[in-house]
């Protein structure tokens, strides 16, 4: 018997912005930019794709290109992305 699956849509368990914060801040730990970036683009869908574009300034399709784990984000974009999605880097001591 096969078993049925699901593609896994972290989106849609983003629904809070502890959610939200919690998500970053462990991709961010990981230290990988490429994995960085995918989850900016999950974040970004999860708040709609278009407002978040049009808050950052940018086409839709240029951040969809942009974000996926191969995209290679500016740093320029990567922080006009975060102020649209209202969230900010931190640094620990």
């Known amino acids: 018997m096969k078993t049925e699956t699901m593609p896994w ?3 849609a368990h983003l629904e809070t912005e502890e959610d939200v ?3 970053l801040d462990a991709v961010f ?3 990988d930019p490429a994995l960085v970036a995918h989850a900016l683009g999950v974040v ?3 708040r709609g794709m278009s407002d978040i ?3 950052a300034g940018v ?3 240029s951040l969809y290109k942009s974000l996926r784990p191969e995209g290679n984000p500016e740093l320029a974009t990567i922080m006009k992305v975060m102020n649209a999605l209202g969230v900010r880097l931190g640094v620990g001591a």
């Open 9 to 11: 849509d972290s989106a």
């Open 44 to 46: 970004a869908r999860a």
């Open 53 to 55: 574009a049009r808050a």
């Open 21 to 23: 914060a919690a998500y």
């Open 59 to 61: 086409s839709r399709a």
């Open 29 to 31: 730990a990981e230290g």
